[in-house]
């Protein structure tokens, strides 16, 4: 069993940036590839961006190339999202996701493991 905890969002104005972190534990958590996903009021879970278990690739969301950034820290158990250059389409919860693979986790569909979720909200 995995434990994933987010953290760091919040209010930003338009610009601005904000970094997410989701922590886990319960497991080896260099064993996991890890995703973030999205989902705004309405709308369905998105794939925002994705890391293998070796923090060598990452792929990202055509909306976020460019502005976001996925890093991990497997000696700290974490991920992390920077989130630059803000648009209010970016306001969502941002759910972090486990998935225990050699390769890369783009649908949710496939996750093993979800975080709570922490709001972004991106104003005008």
């Known amino acids: 069993q995995v434990q994933l905890v987010e953290s760091g969002g919040g209010l930003v104005q338009t610009g601005g940036s904000l970094r997410l972190s989701c922590a886990a534990s319960?497991?080896?958590?260099?064993?996991?590839?890890m995703g973030w996903f999205r989902q705004a009021p309405g709308k369905e879970r998105e794939f925002v961006a994705a890391?293998?278990?070796?923090?060598?690739?990452?792929m990202y969301a055509d909306s976020v190339k460019g502005r976001f950034t996925l890093s991990r820290d497997n000696a700290k158990n974490t991920v992390y999202l920077q989130m630059d250059s803000l648009k209010p389409e970016d306001t969502a919860v941002y759910y972090c996701?486990?998935?225990?693979?050699?390769?890369?986790?783009?649908?949710?569909?496939?996750?093993?493991?979800w975080g709570q979720g922490t709001q972004v909200t991106v104003s005008s």
């Open positions: 319960g497991r080896i958590f260099s064993t996991f590839a």
């Open positions: 890391i293998n278990r070796g923090g060598t690739i990452t």
């Open positions: 996701a486990a998935k225990t693979t050699v390769g890369i986790m783009m649908s949710a569909d496939y996750a093993d493991y």
